[in-house]
């Protein structure tokens, strides 16, 4: 079955160091979200893409970075960790429109310490 | 810009009674809304959404949400709550016409139904 998965499910590591996140999905879909959940916060998006080659920036996007090369990867990077960055992040895809619903990956616990 | 309010921080009912979770949202043109269910340590899951037609949408586990367009809500309701739909509902937006694909979701509400 076509999914959506997230690597590693939990990672620790310390401040000032560099973290990169993994998101890969089988749909084929165009777009690929990140997203990160922090309570009273809901979900906030951090970047974005509609394509290969596209990366557009969210709303918190200060401190992270994103690169499509292909249509099934969104891997996000965090620059230099911060204690701020700690959050559980999620993936997220989907066809193509603005009418096509949303699916999520299982999530990325991350603590920075 | 779009946004979402989910104005209850946790709705509690008996089991077998009606729920109700409220959700308001504001867009500048028309809007997409959207109903998430988040169970522990899980991602998100699809309940069911508005595009356009009928104002009242059916969704997944005997779901359903009221489209109402002078109020701008879009309430998730069920009919009888069950034990295992505890858990954490998020209300998202999407504001049609801008072109902008992701969602911007409310802050969630977590339902506790009492056995």
């Known amino acids: 079955d076509a999914e959506i998965t997230q690597s590693p499910r939990h990672k620790i590591t310390e401040t000032g160091r560099q973290v990169t996140l993994a998101c890969h999905q089988t749909?084929?879909?165009?777009?690929m979200f990140w997203y990160r959940q922090d309570l009273g916060h809901g979900l906030r998006l951090i970047h974005y893409?509609?394509?290969?080659?596209?990366?557009n920036k969210g709303e918190v996007s200060d401190g992270y970075s994103v690169s499509r090369s292909n249509t099934e990867d969104l891997p996000l990077t965090l620059e230099s960790a911060a204690s701020s960055q700690t959050s559980v992040y999620f993936c997220a895809s989907s066809v193509a429109s603005e009418v096509d619903t949303q699916y999520f990956g299982p999530g990325t616990r991350l603590t920075v310490l | 810009a779009q946004s979402v309010a989910q104005p209850e921080d946790q709705v509690n009912v008996a089991e077998g009674n009606p729920l109700t979770v409220k959700c308001t949202y504001s867009v500048s043109g028309n809007p997409y809304l959207f109903w998430y269910v988040q169970y522990p340590n899980r991602g998100l899951q699809f309940l069911l959404k508005y595009i356009t037609g009928d104002n009242l949408v059916k969704g997944s586990y005997g779901f359903e949400a009221e489209f109402n367009k002078s109020q701008t809500s879009f309430h998730l309701k069920k009919p009888s709550a069950l034990v295992s739909d505890s858990a954490l509902y998020f209300c998202?937006?999407?504001?049609?016409?801008?072109?902008?694909?992701?969602?911007?979701f409310g802050s969630g509400t977590r339902l506790q139904v009492q056995p």
């Open positions: 998202a937006v999407r504001d049609i016409g801008t072109g902008r694909r992701a969602l911007t």
């Open positions: 893409s509609y394509g290969v080659q596209d990366t």
């Open positions: 749909w084929n879909h165009n777009n």
